[in-house]
């Protein structure tokens, strides 16, 4: 229990628990220091990425292992084309640094982009970033 803790407090202090914007020059600092991270490109003028926005914020608080962080992908144009982001919302899933899988929109829900929290939940549980037992 006790290292469950301080395993926690080492995460907080990272970043994880927190759905933070970063810089395209830092996603690679971002990835080396967190296992497991939920990258959301998105854009200000595009609704379907504030819809996202919404899940991915109450997902943060819950799931503390995982870091969350969003990157403005007009702003990253070196991000976007290596990780072939052509969607906006995208959510790049990494493991260990490396990229697991790449969420394109809504595509992989059932609802759409009216997909609810719980299966967005579902969906990064379903590709190993973060786990249901949290």
């Known amino acids: 229990m ?25 996603f690679f600092n971002v990835c080396k220091k967190s296992e497991y991270i939920v990258v959301h490109f998105w854009r200000e003028s595009t609704w379907r990425c504030e819809v996202m926005d ?5 997902l943060c608080l819950k799931h503390w292992g995982t870091r969350f962080v969003k990157i403005n992908a007009e ?10 982001i052509w969607c906006l919302p ?8 490396k990229t697991e899988h790449t969420v394109v ?7 759409g982009d009216e997909a609810s929290t719980e299966e967005v939940e579902e969906l ?3 590709y190993g970033v973060i786990s249901l037992r949290d």
């Open 75 to 84: 702003k990253s144009p070196y991000l976007t084309e290596r990780l072939h």
């Open 2 to 26: 006790k290292s469950t803790h301080a395993d926690k407090q080492k995460k907080l202090a990272q970043g994880h628990g927190e759905y933070e914007m970063i810089d395209e020059k830092d």
């Open 90 to 97: 995208s959510l790049v899933l990494c493991k260990a640094g």
């Open 54 to 58: 919404k899940h991915i914020k109450q």
């Open 124 to 126: 990064l549980a379903k």
């Open 105 to 111: 929109g809504f595509s992989e829900f059932k609802s």
